[in-house]
Nanobody, 127 residues
């Protein structure tokens, strides 16, 4: 059993930065892939990025590439999403998700790959 909890959301101005955290309880992330997704009102759930815990390999969605960075902290069993150069279109509820058995052929942008989901944290970017 894995429980995920996102934190760090809030209101920021366009061009600003915000860091989100995804903390896990119950199990460690040692063999997992951890993904970030977001969903804005009236829009489909969008892939933000993901990390393979064991290797630190990351992949990002095109809309955030070059602006967002995913990292991990082994001691805290936590994944971070550092968001820079924020835009109003980044406004959404951000979710973290965990895949306990990422495949060799990895498709982190597919929500169905993930077994566990957090409750989400709201990020609002004002223009």
């Amino acid at each position: 059993q894995v429980q995920l909890a996102e934190s760090g959301g809030g209101l920021v101005k366009a061009g600003g930065s915000l860091s989100l955290s995804c903390a896990a309880s119950g199990r460690t992330f040692s063999s997992y892939a951890v993904g970030w997704f977001r969903q804005a009102p009236g829009k489909e759930r969008e892939f933000v990025g993901a990390i393979r815990w064991s290797t630190g390999h990351t992949v990002y969605g095109d809309s955030v590439k070059g602006r967002f960075t995913i990292s991990r902290d082994n001691a805290k069993n936590t994944v971070y999403l550092q968001m820079n150069s924020l835009k109003p279109e980044d406004t959404a509820v951000y979710y973290c998700a965990a895949d306990s058995d990422p495949l060799i052929r990895w498709y982190p942008w597919i929500p169905a790959e993930y077994e566990y989901w957090g409750q989400g944290t709201q990020v609002t970017v004002s223009s």
